[in-house]
């Protein structure tokens, strides 16, 4: 905010390797197949790739398990690929994000192989362990992916931590060794030239203070927020990590934080704190769920309610940290289909979501096939699914508690984490052009319609629409370092805003919906000329922004002066 960076001015393109591009013909996507693709996100403009996980993994939670977090999983290739991929980058100007899971690790860590050995082994205390209460849990705590958060280790008689799986035991952040363990293989990554870390549920390493109550057993039924994040001496490690590790390196930092507010994300990104650049937040995510419910409890999106929480965001992080702004990544359906229009208006509503979203302030994140509007798929059997969160959930709703399967589906086909794991869709031939072989999942069958060659070829395409959007941030500082005001907040169709940096102001209008809308210019916001920078139908120049009438999901940026 205070000083300009490249992190600031970057877009970041996220890419989950298993689903990008298979090289090999094994139907699972590799390190060389994001190599043959980068030529096509050259061509988009991004600056920074974000690789989610490529380390050694039983892939219990599709290598968000690392059982070796110096070494390459043999499916996606090896270092010497890794190496030329981190080459081929940097000679095209481009940045490479790793992934940085260190909440947990695979319960097949060396590490954790060890520490179950015996209560005395060195590596004990690598992890958190707790003796039984009453013969059952030490606490009622439950895991992210259902069931308890504790996991009985047979040997040695204690229960061992873990948030997600079993087969993702928690690391023990109170332990200085451990500390220095991660400090270490970060600095390898480092060192080998990588530009920044994403950081899987940082906001979660501390979680002592709540461990060390026994006697209040009952009162645990607290929900996960209060024992999990953003625990009393999170902010302490980030700040030893930035001064251990981070500050000797010009690099990017983002924290994926589950639940924090703007406060708390105030305290990970003020500059001044040296902790990290930016987190992701998750308010605008539980927009569309029941409050107080589970991800599958579906209500529909108030735009109302989107308004005033993007905007907060915009304003609460104004002068303190830094917003990163995303619709969609590895864990969330596509959001053409969950806040746009995937039938009637697919390439309109993935362009206002673009608009909306893209000329705000922050750094921009676009998962791999949103732009090319990549929707939601639908399988009709369960064992299409291959996301251990839906298949836990499936099991505990519809095996174990008998619920309604019909309507279990439906939650899965709209909030389903495989949404976004189906293959990249590369163009028309069989599995979309994704593998020559057999998909370790299968393919969206909208892919002859929805690929990546078409469009290419189409320059009315959502993919030139981002690679525009993208030309612009590039261009224009305002669009990255401008302030932000939402206009019209209680209009319930559009969400219009502008940016302004020192005499310079965009105006940028969204209809948020299928059916026309009025836009009338607020009186207080004089102009002299309007240029249009980029719109998702043909505009006529002449006309007088004053008022317009909105096609349905009609998008418009103007530079007025
Ligand atoms: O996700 C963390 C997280 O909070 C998830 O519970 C997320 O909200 C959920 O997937 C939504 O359904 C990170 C990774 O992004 C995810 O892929 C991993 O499974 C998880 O951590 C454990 O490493
Ligand atoms: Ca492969």
Redo the contacts with the bound molecule.
């Keep these: 905010n205070k000083q300009e960076q490249w992190w600031k001015e970057s877009v970041v393109y996220q890419i989950y390797p298993k689903s990008y591009y298979d090289s090999n013909g094994d139907g699972i996507g590799d390190i060389k197949g994001i190599i043959a693709k980068l030529d096509y996100l050259q061509e988009l403009g991004i600056d920074v790739i974000w690789l989610s996980p490529v380390y050694q993994s039983p892939n219990d939670?599709?290598g968000?398990?690392i059982s070796d977090y110096e070494a390459i999983l043999d499916d996606f290739g090896t270092m010497t690929d890794w190496d030329e991929l981190l080459n081929h980058m940097h000679s095209r100007g481009m940045r490479l994000v790793m992934d940085l899971?260190v909440?947990?690790t695979s319960d097949e860590h060396t590490w954790f192989a060890e520490a179950r050995k015996s209560k005395d082994n060195p590596h004990r205390d690598y992890y958190i362990w707790r003796p039984p209460f009453d013969g059952k849990e030490p606490t009622d705590w439950v895991a992210?992916f259902g069931g308890s958060a504790w996991e009985l280790d047979e040997e040695t008689g204690d229960y061992y931590l873990h948030m997600?799986s079993k087969k993702?035991p928690d690391l023990n952040w109170e332990n200085p060794e451990l500390r220095d363990s991660i400090y270490k293989m970060m600095k390898f990554w480092l060192d080998k030239g990588i530009d920044g870390f994403r950081m899987?549920?940082i906001n979660m390493i501390s979680k002592k203070e709540v461990l060390s109550s026994y006697e209040d057993y009952e009162n645990q039924r607290a929900k996960l927020k209060d024992y999990a994040f953003n625990g009393e001496r999170v902010h302490d490690f980030l700040q030893e990590m930035n001064k251990e590790v981070l500050s000797d390196y010009d690099i990017m930092t983002v924290g994926?934080c589950?639940k924090v507010t703007p406060h708390e994300a105030k305290l990970y990104t003020d500059e001044a704190r040296k902790e990290l650049n930016m987190v992701f937040q998750?308010e605008h995510m539980g927009l569309d769920k029941i409050k107080g419910k589970s991800?599958w409890d579906l209500k529909p999106l108030s735009l109302l309610d989107l308004k005033e929480n993007l905007s907060k965001w915009q304003k609460e992080l104004e002068n303190t940290g830094w917003n990163s702004l995303y619709w969609n990544?590895?864990?969330?359906p596509r959001v053409v289909s969950r806040f746009g229009n995937d039938k009637e208006y697919r390439v309109e509503s993935a362009k206002m979501l673009a608009t909306l979203l893209h000329m705000m302030k922050g750094t921009p994140y676009i998962y791999q096939g949103e732009e090319i509007g990549m929707t939601n798929v639908k399988f009709n059997q369960i064992e299409e699914y291959k996301d251990i969160?839906t298949l836990n959930m499936y099991k505990e709703r519809v095996l174990e508690q008998g619920r309604d399967q019909m309507e279990i589906m439906d939650a899965i086909h709209k909030k389903s984490?495989d949404n976004a794991r189906t293959p990249m869709q590369w163009n028309n031939s069989k599995n979309a052009g994704f593998t020559e072989g057999n998909p370790w999942i299968s393919v969206n069958p909208n892919y002859p319609e929805i690929n990546v060659e078409h469009s290419l070829q189409d320059p009315d395409s959502i993919f030139h629409y981002y690679k525009k959007l993208i030309d612009l941030r590039h261009t224009h500082k305002i669009i990255v370092y401008g302030g932000y005001d939402l206009l019209l907040e209680n209009h319930p169709a559009i969400f219009a805003y502008t940016r302004t940096l020192g005499n310079e102001r965009l105006l940028i209008v969204n209809n948020f919906y299928a059916v026309e809308a009025e836009f009338l210019l607020p009186e207080n916001l004089p102009y002299k000329a309007a240029e249009l920078f980029i719109a998702n139908y043909p505009v006529d120049e002449s006309e007088p922004i004053s008022r317009i009438m909105l096609k349905p999901y009609e998008s418009r940026v103007y530079k007025l002066t």
Excluded: L
């Design positions: 939670d599709n968000y398990d899971v909440n947990h992210s997600f993702q899987d549920v994926e589950p998750f991800k990544n590895h864990d969330q969160e984490r």
